[in-house]
């Protein structure tokens, strides 16, 4: 299966909005309800942001959420912080018990 | 809360095996999928694969003729192996846990291994 594509690298301001695309096809993120959303700040575990499309681990905060439309899943960031500057890689079920990443977007806080 | 820490070498020769080991502590390993992932420079995730606490494995389909994952509840610790590396296989890897085969919500916080010629 080949890679999600996600955009390279997004930005916004401090108190601002940034949604992040992650765009498969009809065999990943078309077929399934099964998106998750990652947060990694380099030299730390990666953290789980969303599953299941739209669902919110306690302790997430809100201002993150998840959504689909067709092939492509999004991850919103509303109310920026400075915190919030990090990789986000977005993944999906792929049928056969498979799953495929996204190629990652570097999100700066400006 | 559970941790999970990757170990092993950090440097491996091409053409040879490639063996980690994630050990879990803080909770059961029971009744979780456990993955491996890698990130390669400048490159988004890989999944490579997931053992079920049953032993039951899945590969990516990419890498399952060089890949074997191995599972001790007894010791909390997952293995894993790799044959025939590299220098695209140089990256840092992840272990993950999953409630469910799609999704993880721990992660350790890798293990960068370089493939040398």
């Known amino acids: 299966q080949s890679a999600l594509t996600q955009p390279p690298s997004a930005s916004g301001s401090p108190g601002h909005s940034v949604t992040i695309s992650c765009t498969g096809t009809?065999?990943?993120?078309?077929?399934?309800?099964?998106v998750s959303w990652y947060q990694h700040h380099p030299g730390k575990a990666p953290k789980l942001l969303i599953y299941?499309?739209?669902k919110r681990p306690s302790g997430v905060p809100d201002r993150f959420s998840g959504s689909k439309s067709g092939n492509t899943a999004s991850l919103t960031v509303s109310g920026l912080q400075a915190e919030d500057e990090a990789e986000y890689h977005c993944?999906?079920?792929?049928?056969?018990?498979?799953?495929?990443f996204g190629g990652g977007t570097k999100l700066t806080v400006l | 809360q559970v941790q999970l820490q990757e170990s092993g070498p950090g440097l491996v020769k091409s053409s040879e095996t490639l063996s980690l080991t994630c050990t879990v502590s803080?909770?059961?390993?029971?009744?979780?999928?456990w993955s491996w992932v890698r990130q390669t420079a400048g490159k988004g995730l890989d999944w490579i694969g997931r053992?079920?606490?049953?032993?039951?494995?899945q590969y990516n389909p990419s890498l399952k003729s060089r890949v074997t994952m191995s599972i001790d509840s007894s010791k909390n610790q997952l293995s894993l192996k790799l044959t025939s590396v590299t220098a695209a296989d140089t990256a840092i890897f992840f272990c993950?846990?999953?409630?469910?085969?799609?999704?993880?919500?721990?992660w350790g916080q890798g293990i960068l291994v370089t493939v040398s010629s």
């Open positions: 993950a846990r999953g409630p469910r085969r799609d999704y993880f919500d721990s």
């Open positions: 803080g909770d059961s390993m029971r009744y979780y999928y």
């Open positions: 053992i079920y606490t049953t032993g039951k494995s």
């Open positions: 009809s065999s990943d993120v078309g077929g399934y309800n099964y």
């Open positions: 299941e499309v739209n």
């Open positions: 993944c999906s079920y792929a049928g056969s018990d498979n799953l495929v």
